[in-house]
């Protein structure tokens, strides 16, 4: 008994969502950091270019007035943000589902039913992981060129395959522990106040 409790705990702690959560984070800073860097420069360009019309001597610096590749980037940083996003919203089966409609039936109906439409899930996935990979190889072929980086965008549309195969693992994962070893997800939407901690507080 003990074993089968320590695997359980094992499976929980290996299967968190670390490494998406770091690429999340890591992308979210760097794309709002390059945005926010392209409107400052903005800022200060105009503020340059209306200055100059004072001090004739500034006309003589001119400051960029965006970085050209800067949109670009965070557009594709954004990109990646979202699909790996979404495989970390399928680890703590945070994905929207609609479910009232099973609480009028015994918990067995929801539960073969949101399995069921995992398969599906899983299916999707499996399909889009197919046909992005032959999309990439035809990219490789014959490449396509972002337009301010030149970057052979086969390398952008990698995300399809890491993040769709990614997100079959978790399914299975989540899977596994809900109907296995019958380990409770917490619910993303429930909001912690404290008040649990609270109460297991004795007053002095």
Known sequence: ???????????????????????????????????????????????????????????????????????????FAFVWFVFFGATYAARLAAHNRVTFQFKIFPKIVGDISTFLSDVVWVLFNCTMVYYSLNV????????EYSPTLDWVMAYIFLIFPIAFSLMTLRIIQVNI?????????????????????AEGEVAP
């Open 1 to 75: 008994m003990y074993q089968i409790c320590a695997y359980k705990r094992a499976l929980w702690e290996t299967s968190n969502p670390v490494i998406e959560s770091y690429i999340c984070q890591i992308l979210l800073v760097f794309f709002v950091c390059l945005l926010f860097l392209q409107i400052v420069l903005r800022i200060v360009f105009g503020a340059v270019h209306m200055l100059s019309g004072i001090f004739p001597v500034l006309a003589h610096w001119p400051l960029p007035a965006s970085l050209p590749w800067g949109e670009e980037l965070s557009r």
């Open 136 to 143: 990439i190889r035809e990219g490789f072929e014959f490449p």
């Open 177 to 197: 522990m809900k109907y296995i070893f019958h380990i409770e997800l917490a619910n993303v939407d429930e909001i912690d106040t404290g008040d649990d901690d």
